[in-house]
């Protein structure tokens, strides 16, 4: 009868494995939103006409904004979900600690969000292309790719969201509802700071790209922190009973 | 042999006297070798813990010596010895009650010598 | 393995455990008994690491077992709220245990739920009670872990299958000695293959002995009162009936002059462990009976 020993990376890893491969429905969820979300973005572009008798212009512009919103809040939900009791529960059926148990959640999540990314960018592409396949009028597509740096600013915000769902669950499944709804507040407060820069995000010139990315690298810094509190309080939890 | 849950006899005396039982029927035969604690348990569906009490309980009787790592064999003279305390113990019991049912019916310890000699010499 | 010093646990607002303490060396079968409410499954779960003490220490396998990953990778904690993913099959889920615990037994899984009739095609949440304990006692026995603790295992079980699960886990006991703690309202069933008694009563540790110890440490006394009466003068009751013509009376056996009292016509009768811990945590000494009078 030899005691088993097992490393945390390890276990993290098994983990983050196992978690994926149980969240199934999730990623259902996050495709059929994304999905569902292009189809209602297709009215919610920019439209500019003008023209005289012997020409006319459109232009229309589709953007990952409405995508953005819809993914953000799924996001916030799931991670939410994947805080609560019932997720932790199933966690004792298997090898598993607090602190494993918290990181591989966390992992899982950013794993979420590249895939959420992933999805988004595609619908997009696939809608706009269906766009063009429609309307058989000449057309001349203005700008196809979507930049790196935006693509990272996805990511990065629904990192934020991510992490604010996580620490708002958490909240939320010990029972703290006032606390969870400062967790909320200071969230709001949070993407208030941010917006104005995102705001200026459509310009293409060096220092807004520049902007973009110290915008993305400062939602990481924030998710950082969110998630490093969201563990530690974690860790300090009893498993308590249905 | 079916275990007596509800005797007065704690488990494990009742898995050392079927040993001592199937020594006596030439089952388990001198310098053999017995069954395991697990295989007892196995057995008799009980708890090694119990069965190796029983053991036990031989092995303190010289009724049963232990090989290092090889388990627990029958003493040469083992059958002869439970035989010997056996009658004796059976015997004694019965003995026992017979006096106390005889002060039950109020007969006198002479009276009841004088009766035993009268069926001894019945023959 | 398994150490307890003056444990407390306290809740919001009650005082489960007041002052637990003991300690298990090696690995056995133990029955921890108890009436219900009384604390067994708060100590279960802090085995398990799943609660922290109030006060106290508890150590297994040498640590402390709150969020303690050594100490998670060789304890399972089988009870009957035992969740698993959703989207998982039995078979997904056996999957899982091989993942996660290093001495898992597929194959011994398979046999068993094959033997109980229960297809690894179904999923967890369809199973009936019965069925869903069948499966994590199934679950608990093959993850082979060095500290196994069940929950009232056999709820929901029907009698015949209780009966082969009993034998089940005496056999996986053999083949691969370990911690195996037991909480059980039904300790007459399973007394042939313990080890020994934990009872706990009132937050503390009533009792802690071998089984032997236990079944032979009280007897029934049946007879005439006037008779018997003598006989236990300054001796502890532990339960006594006393309805004309007929009279009972439990004590502990050590106190009592057994072949003497046998003379008197008086039945001495053998009390089983589970008799005793029923005894010794009562809270009335006269039994049902008396609520009828």
Not at chain 1, 156 to 180: D, P, T, Y
Not at chain 2, 37 to 61: D, H, R, V
Not at chain 3, 105 to 123: D, G, V
Not at chain 3, 173 to 184: D, G, H, K, V
């Amino acid at each position: 009868m030899s005691l088993n020993d097992v490393s945390i990376m390890q276990n993290v890893k098994k983990q983050v494995w196992w978690k994926l491969s149980s969240y199934s429905s999730v990623f259902m969820t996050i495709i059929a939103v994304q999905i569902m979300a292009s189809f209602l973005t297709l009215n919610g572009t920019s439209h500019m006409s003008s023209g005289n008798d012997e020409l006319r212009v459109e232009v229309s512009s589709y953007s990952l904004d409405s995508i953005l919103m819809f993914s953000m809040v799924t996001v916030f939900i799931i991670s939410s979900m994947l805080a609560s009791k019932h997720m932790m529960e199933e966690n004792f059926s298997i090898v598993t600690t607090r602190l494993t148990a918290s990181i591989s959640t966390v992992v899982a999540q950013l794993i979420i969000c590249v895939i959420a990314t992933c999805t988004a960018l595609s619908s997009f592409y696939i809608f706009t292309l269906v766009m063009r396949m429609r309307n058989s009028e000449e057309q001349f597509l203005v700008q196809m790719a979507v930049e790196v740096e935006t693509l990272f600013l996805f990511f990065s915000l629904l990192v934020v969201l991510s992490a604010a769902g996580f620490l708002v669950g958490s909240f939320l499944q010990m029972n703290r509802w006032s606390i969870a709804i400062i967790g909320v507040a200071v969230i709001i407060g949070l993407f208030i700071y941010l917006v104005p820069s995102y705001e200026t995000i459509s310009s293409q010139d060096e220092e807004a790209i520049a902007r973009i990315w110290l915008t993305s690298l400062k939602c990481l810094g924030i998710s950082t922190v969110i998630y490093a509190v969201t563990i530690y309080i974690r860790n300090q939890q009893e498993v308590s009973r249905r | 042999m079916i275990l007596n849950q509800n005797s007065q006899i704690p488990i494990y005396m009742q898995i050392a006297e079927w040993l001592e039982n199937e020594i006596l029927a030439d089952r388990l035969v001198a310098d053999g070798k017995v069954y395991s604690q697990y295989q007892l348990a196995e057995m008799f569906n009980i708890n090694p813990a119990t069965a190796g009490k029983g053991l036990s309980i031989l092995l303190e009787n010289d009724i049963l010596y232990k090989k290092r790592g090889l388990g627990m064999f029958v003493v040469e003279g083992a059958k002869s010895k439970i035989l010997a305390t056996r009658r004796t113990h059976t015997l004694t019991q019965l003995v026992e009650e017979i006096v106390q049912e005889a002060r039950r019916l109020a007969v006198s310890d002479e009276e009841l010598i004088d009766l035993i000699k009268k069926v001894q010499q019945k023959g | 393995m398994i150490r307890c010093e003056q444990l407390k646990k306290k809740f919001r607002r009650s005082t489960v455990l007041s002052n637990i303490s003991f300690q298990i060396d090696e690995p056995k079968i133990i029955a921890l008994i108890g009436r219900n409410g009384t604390g067994k499954s708060t100590l279960l779960r802090l085995i398990a690491g799943h609660l922290k003490p109030t006060a106290g220490k508890i150590e297994v396998l040498g640590h402390n077992p709150f969020n303690h990953l050594q100490v998670a990778a060789n304890t399972i904690f089988i009870e009957e709220h035992l969740t698993f993913p959703s989207p998982f099959t039995l078979a997904d889920i056996l999957k899982q245990g091989a993942t996660f615990y290093e001495n898992w037994q597929q194959e011994l899984a398979e046999k068993l739920l094959a033997y109980a009739n229960i297809s690894l095609r179904s999923y967890h949440e369809q199973l009936s009670t019965g069925q869903r304990a069948t499966f994590n006692l199934v679950y608990g026995l093959a993850t082979r872990c060095t500290i196994t603790l069940l929950d009232e295992p056999m709820n929901g079980m029907d009698e015949a299958i209780r009966a082969d699960f009993y034998r089940a886990i005496l056999k996986e006991y053999i083949a691969y000695p370990r911690l195996i703690i037991i909480s059980s309202h039904y300790l007459s069933e399973m007394e042939h293959l313990i080890e020994d008694i934990l009872c706990i009563h009132k937050g503390v540790i009533e009792l802690h002995a071998q089984l032997d110890e236990v079944q032979t440490f009280a007897v029934k006394l049946r007879g005439d009162k006037e008779q018997i009466a003598p006989f236990i003068e300054r001796i502890e009751v532990l339960h006594e009936y006393d309805e004309a013509p007929f009279y009972e009376v439990v004590v502990p056996a050590a106190n009592v002059d057994i072949e003497a009292l046998q003379t008197k016509d008086v039945f001495v009768l053998n009390v089983s462990a589970s008799e005793v811990c029923k005894y010794i945590t009562s809270e009335a000494k006269e039994g049902i009976d008396h609520v009828f009078k």
